[in-house]
């Protein structure tokens, strides 16, 4: 009897029973303790492949995004070859750690792309000009920057008595994870309105009717969080230049929309 036949965990019991349902070919000149160390190993040979192929098979299937979102979410480096100013990034497109950026300091400390400045400076200045007041109150974000506002969400909804796994959860609902915010391309700008000056609904009001002359758009609307996963933010303005931003207007297509429009 070969020496590692104990070796092998499949049941005495079920390495038999499929012997005898012929499985293997019974030959009698074979000891019986050599028939059943063959058809143990046989055996280990066909779980490892079953295994496999079951790994494959919910690798490839669709209900993998359903098991394992976490496996298949980040995959995928945002796409740029549109143009920089077109660049998608949420939750399913990450940032690529290379990601370059030049920033252009604002009066009240907040940066953002140089190359986004101009019209935005202009956008605010017409803004003004008809009376509102309005400010930037987030524009780039360093990925540490991002991961201490996703870190300080955690521990506020812990605080008020969740679950870890709860707090992460329902904090990610309002705080991009690391590496998938808008924020951290310097294209996008969270804008307050300075209520000492107008209404908040005065300023967003204002914004969703002129920000696509000055290449901004409202990058979640109320109507696309299903498309976009985020929910509505009013004061999330993203620019992809005056072009794409009058079309996506027209269209009321949001950004993955739009992309998707021009593949
Ligand atoms: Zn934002």
Redesign the pocket.
Known sequence: MPKDTKRLKIPLKFAKKLYFLQFFHYNADIPEEWRIFLMRKMLKRINLFLFFVLVVLVVVSPLSDILFPALTRLIHPAESSLGWNLILVNGEHYIPRDYQVNLTELANGQKVDSRIYPELQAMFDEARRQGLGLYVA?GYRTTEKQRELLEEKIAEYKGQGHSSKEAKTLAERWVAVPGT???ELGI???INADTDVCTREALYSWLGENAHHYGFIH?YPADKTEITGVIN?P??YRYVGKEAAQEMYDLGVCLEEYIESLK
């Open positions: 987030s915010s808008e924020h996008s700008v969270d990058r933010e004061w999330h």
